[in-house]
Nanobody, 125 residues
Framework: QVHLVESGGGLVQAGGSLRLSCAASGRTFSIYAMGWFRQAPGKEREFVAA????????AYADSVSGRFTISRDNAKNTVYLQMNTLKPEDTAVYYC??????????????????WGQGTQVTVSS
């Protein structure tokens, strides 16, 4: 059974940084792509970033490209999201996700993933 636990969320001022972490268990971590999605109040959940099983390929939403960096440590079964130059519009619940199927390039669709419980990120102006 896949178990994903996010941490690192919180309140930060605009222009600041946060690093989210997601610890995964239940399956062989190193063969699955990992992703981050977010959901702002009143909006649908949206893709943020994803990384393939080896870490060699990444994908980003246009809204975060150049500001956010996704990475993974397969020895620690953990994926990270470094968020820099945060904006108030980045405020959302951030969800860690693990691909359902292994050995795939990072996908952008919700249906491709299992989900964590989420961590709140609030950016004040």
């Amino acid at each position: 059974q896949v178990h994903l636990v996010e941490s690192g969320g919180g309140l930060v001022q605009a222009g600041g940084s946060l690093r989210l972490s997601c610890a995964a268990s239940g399956r062989t971590f190193s063969i699955y792509a990992m992703g981050w999605f977010r959901q702002a109040p009143g909006k649908e959940r949206e893709f943020v970033a994803a990384i393939n099983w080896s870490g060699s390929t990444t994908a980003y939403a246009d809204s975060v490209s150049g500001r956010f960096t996704i990475s993974r440590d397969n020895a620690k079964n953990t994926v990270y999201l470094q968020m820099n130059t945060l904006k108030p519009e980045d405020t959302a619940v951030y969800y860690c996700a693990q691909a359902i199927v292994g050995w795939r390039n990072p996908g952008r669709k919700e249906v491709e993933y299992y989900w964590g419980q989420g961590t709140q990120v609030t950016v004040s102006s």
